[in-house]
T-cell receptor, first 113, second 110 residues
């Protein structure tokens, strides 16, 4: 089945460690996105990528890094520089341009202790 | 950039129509209005989108005013499973980035 997959669903890390969240899609979508969601809040855009080997900062990119080496994959690294990394992380993909909807993964809940 | 304004919460009785409003008074002529919903602890789900004509699909109807400054998402027969946060989005002009606000928390009551 086509879709977008995030793994793992739950992730625990110790403070000070970098952690990488996986996002894979087999929808042949050009664009991919990473969002962060805190309890009771909307989604905030971290990074997005329109095409392989290119990505742009969103509204809250500090403390995060991404790569887009393959069209299907857009991993997000939460670095030790991110001051409040505990959150729900959502990945999405879409065709780039107007009149197109985004498809979301089921999210990764990261807890840093 | 077109911003959207939605009420923070709404209630609806099961089986009745749920009408969710959204204001987007700064929308440009070629910008679409999208609606997504997010059930608790899941990823958002696309519902519907439109430019200026009313749209209907198996999930909902979208009514856009003639001046395009506001729209209403209609769930014709709400069920308990429609309890979710509903987001009205106008992608930022040019880049098609999706920017989500806080949305409307719809609670469908038995």
């Amino acid at each position: 089945d086509g879709g977008i997959t995030q793994s793992p669903k739950y992730l625990f890390r110790k403070e000070g460690q970098n952690v990488t969240l996986s996002c894979e899609q087999n929808l042949n979508h050009d664009a991919m996105y990473w969002y962060r969601q805190d309890p009771g809040q909307g989604l905030r855009l971290i990074y997005y990528s329109q095409i392989v080997n290119d990505f742009q900062k969103g509204d809250i990119a500090e403390g995060y890094s991404v790569s887009r080496e393959k069209k299907e994959s857009f991993p997000l690294t939460v670095t030790s520089a991110q001051k409040n990394p505990t959150a729900f992380y959502l990945c999405a993909s879409s065709m780039w341009g107007a009149n197109t909807e985004a498809f979301f993964g089921q999210g990764t809940r990261l807890t840093v202790v | 950039d077109a911003k959207t304004t939605q009420p923070p919460s709404m209630d609806c009785a099961e089986g009745r129509a749920a009408n969710l409003p959204c204001n987007h008074s700064t929308i440009s002529g070629n910008e679409y209005v999208y609606w997504y919903r997010q059930i608790h602890s899941q990823g958002p789900q696309y519902i519907i989108h439109g430019l200026k004509n009313n749209e209907t699909n198996e999930m909902a109807s979208l009514i856009i005013t003639e001046d395009r400054k506001s729209s209403t998402l209609i769930l014709p027969h709400a069920t308990l499973r429609d309890t979710a946060v509903y987001y009205c989005i106008v992608p930022q002009g040019g880049s098609e980035k999706l920017v989500f606000g806080k949305g409307t928390k719809l609670t469908v009551n038995p």
